[in-house]
């Protein structure tokens, strides 16, 4: 089993940053097949924002592209999202998602509220 713990999240004003930080149990970077970050509003369905693929690819959200920066730090078990240029529409619960063959793997969610 692993365990995906969150981070990072808070208040912060309309075109500031966050950095969203997702740390795994155990290493899973050498057995994932995409790891991820999704949102969801209340009433509305979860919505994948960023993706990155073990061949190193990457892909986002429509809504999130050139601000959001997906990452990851084999050594810390870690991976990140980095929010840049934030707007109130992106004020919501995030989670993280790792996948390898077979499984998957979600976290509890971190909260963004981005408002002046």
Not at 32 to 40: A, C, E, I, L
Request: charged share 15%; proline share 3%; hydrophobic share 30%.
């Amino acid at each position: 089993q692993v365990q995906l713990v969150e981070s990072g999240g808070g208040l912060v004003q309309p075109g500031g940053s966050l950095r969203l930080s997702c740390l795994a149990s155990r290493n899973m970077f050498r057995f994932y097949t995409t790891m991820g970050w999704s949102r969801q509003a209340p009433g509305k369905q979860r919505e994948l924002v960023a993706r990155l693929r073990s061949g190193g690819s990457t892909n986002y959200a429509d809504s999130v592209k050139g601000r959001f920066t997906i990452s990851r730090d084999n050594a810390k078990n870690t991976v990140y999202l980095q929010m840049n240029s934030l707007k109130p529409e992106d004020t919501t619960v995030y989670y993280c998602n790792i996948n390898g063959v077979g499984t998957s793997y979600w976290g509890q969610g971190t909260r963004v509220t981005v408002s002046s």
